[in-house]
């Protein structure tokens, strides 16, 4: 029990040494997708994409309201079988909106990471360059606190939008 009390007090002891004598850093990746030129082309690379289908959206969802106000509106003066015809056709479409409006957002999302990644991917090359030319021993993403002096981000940002590696 002794050892063991003394290895670990010379553990704690030996953690500051070791700690003062390592370099770190940190990224913010949520800023680098955020703020890098190329996730921002990605964006927008993406917006354009689905322009046209977010559109048609926007005009089948204008559509079901138009018939649900008509159904609202006219359901008291409609025969029965009118009223249960309209009421079909509203379900109906209503229901090819809902697997449109899922469709398009499982797309939306996967094209996004797909374009996402690849920043990310160009982003970790960087801190890699970073890390060796400047001889970091560890660099964190995305902690919940990190002091601004380790925060290497803004060479990551700077890098991404340049294109070229990191100057030494």
Do not use: Y
């Amino acid at each position: 029990m002794r050892t063991l009390l003394f290895a670990a007090a010379l553990a704690i002891a030996a953690a500051p040494a070791w700690a003062q004598t390592g370099k770190f850093g940190f990224v913010n990746t949520e800023r680098i997708l955020r703020d890098a030129v190329p996730a921002q082309r990605a964006q927008k690379k993406i917006e354009a994409e689905f322009q046209k289908r977010d559109q048609e959206m926007a005009r089948l969802a204008d559509q079901l309201k138009r018939m649900q106000e008509d159904l609202d509106k006219n359901s008291v003066t409609m025969s029965e079988t009118q009223r249960r015809g309209k009421e079909r056709e509203f379900g109906d479409l209503n229901r090819d909106f809902q697997r449109k409006q899922r469709e398009f957002r499982e797309d939306l999302n996967q094209r996004r990471n797909e374009e996402l990644a690849q920043v990310i991917e160009q982003a970790n090359r960087i801190i890699r360059q970073i890390a060796e030319q400047e001889k970091f021993d560890i660099i964190f993403q995305d902690a919940v606190f990190a002091s601004p002096r380790i925060d290497i981000t803004d060479k990551v940002i700077k890098a991404l939008d340049s294109g070229k590696p990191p100057a030494k």
